[in-house]
């Protein structure tokens, strides 16, 4: 069965600091893995996404994320914070043996400290 | 180009009445989700639809849930009767693919409040 696991349910940082939130996850076969995005009181954005092609996935607003098999990781990182990153930040993994479902992780805070 | 619409956004009921949310999807995609989002938590698949037919509802708590997608196009997902531990986000997504690679289009969520 698929699961994910966000390690960090709140992160904080300062203002143009380096960002990094930790996911692993387990997966039977090839998975697929996302970031989503999550503002208050708005529905959950693509950042980026992995789908067995280059390991680094850059997304949007300077997001990058690197899938490590040997480590079951997907980190998300970004190397300089803005205020506008704070948010709510969802690991996704999803398989194509287990149909379409994808399951996400319990999600980390980000604050970004001015 | 419209995103997934939901409706309502924000609706507040007394323990033990009914109610519907109802989810619109992008034109053109035949997967449709409903998701549970209960405060800060991830969302849980409550129900997955391609086209007309429900083809993963095993999360959804059938004595008091019940969801439908006439036509292949649009979705009410119902409770009835409402319980206090059901107040959550109820989030809907489309996809335009079947693979399990495609991206999940997100509707704003419906949040419901049981009192």
């Known amino acids: 069965a698929q699961s994910v696991t966000q390690l960090d349910s709140h992160v904080s940082v300062s203002e143009g600091t380096p960002v990094l939130l930790r996911c692993n996850y387990s997966?039977?076969?090839?998975?697929?893995l996302f970031w989503y995005v999550q503002h208050p009181n708005k529905g959950l954005q693509l950042l980026l996404k992995?789908?067995?092609?280059?390991?680094l996935v850059k997304g949007i607003n300077g997001f990058e994320a690197e899938f490590k098999k040997s480590e079951t990781s997907f980190h998300l990182t970004k190397p300089s914070a803005h205020m506008s990153d704070a948010a709510e930040y969802f690991c996704?993994?999803?398989?194509?043996?287990?149909?379409?479902?994808?399951?996400f992780g319990p999600g980390t805070r980000l604050s970004v400290l001015p | 180009e419209a995103g997934v619409v939901q409706s309502p956004r924000y609706k507040i009921i007394e323990k033990k009445q009914p109610v519907a949310f109802w989810c619109n999807p992008i034109s053109g995609h035949n997967t449709l989700y409903w998701y549970l989002q209960n405060l800060g938590q991830g969302p849980e698949l409550l129900i997955r639809y391609e086209n007309e037919e429900a083809v993963d509802d095993s999360q959804l708590p059938k004595d008091r849930f019940s969801a439908e997608r006439l036509k292949g196009v649009d979705s009410t997902l119902k409770i009835q009767p409402a319980e206090l531990g059901d107040s959550a986000v109820y989030l809907c997504a489309s996809s335009p693919t079947r693979g399990g690679s495609g991206e999940l289009f997100f509707g704003e969520g419906s949040r419901l409040t049981v009192l």
């Open positions: 992995y789908t067995s092609a280059a390991t």
């Open positions: 996704v993994v999803s398989e194509a043996n287990y149909g379409q479902n994808f399951v």
């Open positions: 997966s039977s076969y090839s998975p697929s």
